[in-house]
């Protein structure tokens, strides 16, 4: 495979973060990479539709993994996918990964491709490391982790190395669809606008009973706020949240309302960091007991660095809120109290209020220098998915795709920048934003030509 080969499959990468997730039906993909890895702990096997197929088709094999996508995984649990983008070919498998941590770090979601954008940041990807948990690529409304710097006003960046996997997979045991909520293995999870429902319309396809995967952002101890989520999905068991009534003696702890038996599992990623109370951890399991998972592995949920003077940008939920100088996001103490605050009215910010912030620690702080304020609860939010790139397939304006997401720019309220509806066509290269992802689609808020 040629150096431009393996550039151009990086580029093609995400949708998605964004950081914003496997097939799980028939929800729309983008730019799988490649699927596999060695046996091991459990990960999804998530059907492709045709489209999806033709870009595994194209890619580039795992280095040191197995073939084809299915509930395989390595040892620690951590199956899936590892692709270099880099000149010299080479890929991650067992060994090194080519960064430090205390390289600049962003932990998200998915927000759209042409690179990859995740938290708003648009990184290039050349020479990047994708490593895929569970899924064979990575898509809109994944959680995902960048390594690699990114500029002070959280537009622009370079990724080293790209990580994601499934946060939540387990069967719906309440639904409340007032709240747009349910719970999964004693999690409460929490949508949005934002969220990317992959291959439903919402929160009323939901069903109790029914298994689901969901990639989220933790919150407060027991609570996701959903990303993605796929309701046709299928697998064993994955628990995210934050460490409570750590037991070591007896190698247990709870996750909202799950205890976690740990005492076969390694806990690993940890980048030096103590496993204690509040430490954000991915749990798989291989059965689910009343309210007990006996793990296969524990993860630390995309430790973020931790040296002195690291850059790190973060997308969450503000959690712990004393005032704009005393909050965490991720679980990540933060001072946004020389911040420059957008999105809103600083006194807006508070707990369970969406934000990215970003900046460089000092002494286990993350001392903000900007703060972007993204979903307000009961106030909606901004367009927050966005794509650019040439149009591969074009049947109609309400069914087009870049880079493999469906598009649906026929609604009545879509802006044309630069042109109208009736320029739209295959190889014409446009940049789509929208706010919502259903059945996998993109609903278009406005279209501008380049």
Request: aromatic share 4%; net charge neutral.
């Amino acid at each position: 495979m040629t150096k431009t080969c393996l550039r151009d499959i990086c580029l093609a990468l995400v949708v998605a973060v964004v950081v914003s997730c496997g097939g799980g039906g028939g929800g729309g993909g983008v730019m799988p990479i490649a699927a596999g890895g060695a046996a091991g702990a459990p990960g999804a096997a998530p059907a492709n539709t045709s489209a999806q197929q033709s870009l595994l088709d194209r890619t580039v094999s795992p280095a040191g993994g197995g073939s084809g996508p299915g509930d395989t995984g390595s040892a620690n649990g951590s199956g899936g996918t590892s692709v270099a983008g880099g000149d010299d070919g080479s890929g991650v498998g067992s060994g090194g990964t080519g960064v430090s941590t205390a390289d600049a770090t962003g932990i998200g979601s998915v927000d759209g491709a042409g690179s990859i954008l995740v938290n708003g940041v648009r990184y290039n990807t050349d020479g990047a490391v994708v490593a895929l948990d569970d899924v064979p690529g990575l898509q809109l409304g994944m959680t995902a982790k960048v390594i690699g710097p990114f500029d002070n006003d959280l537009t622009m960046g370079s990724a080293k190395r790209v990580e994601s996997s499934i946060d939540l997979r387990g069967p719906v045991t309440s639904v409340n669809a007032q709240q747009a909520s349910f719970t999964i293995l004693g999690t409460t999870v929490t949508t949005d606008a934002a969220t990317v429902w992959a291959d439903s319309n919402g929160i009323t396809d939901v069903t109790t009973g029914a298994t689901l995967q969901v990639w989220g952002l933790p919150s407060t101890p027991g609570s996701l706020r959903a990303t993605r989520v796929e309701v046709h999905a299928s697998g064993t068991p994955i628990l995210s949240g934050a460490v409570q009534n750590l037991d070591t003696a007896m190698r247990r702890f709870s996750i909202g309302g799950y205890v976690i038996d740990y005492s076969q599992a390694a806990v690993t990623g940890g980048n030096g960091g103590t496993f204690a109370n509040g430490v954000l951890v991915r749990v798989r399991a291989n059965t689910i007991g009343a309210n007990l998972l006996v793990a296969s592995a524990v993860q630390w949920w995309y430790p973020a660095p931790i040296a002195n003077g690291t850059q790190l940008q973060l997308a969450g939920v503000v959690t712990d809120f004393a005032g704009l100088n005393s909050l965490r996001v991720l679980g990540v103490r933060v001072d946004a109290s020389a911040a420059k605050v957008s999105g809103g009215p600083a006194n807006s910010v508070g707990n369970g209020v969406g934000v990215i912030v970003g900046g460089v620690l000092s002494n286990g702080v993350l001392q903000a220098s900007t703060l972007k304020i993204r979903l307000v609860p009961g106030t909606g939010g901004q367009p927050s998915f966005s794509l650019t790139g040439q149009i591969s397939t074009f049947n109609s304006i309400a069914d087009f795709r870049i880079k493999g997401q469906p598009i649906d720019a026929s609604g009545p309220g879509v802006s044309f920048v630069n042109g109208t509806a009736a320029n739209l066509g295959a190889q014409v290269r446009v940049m789509v934003e929208g706010s919502r992802v259903a059945e996998g689609v993109l609903i278009a808020d406005r279209v501008t030509f380049q």
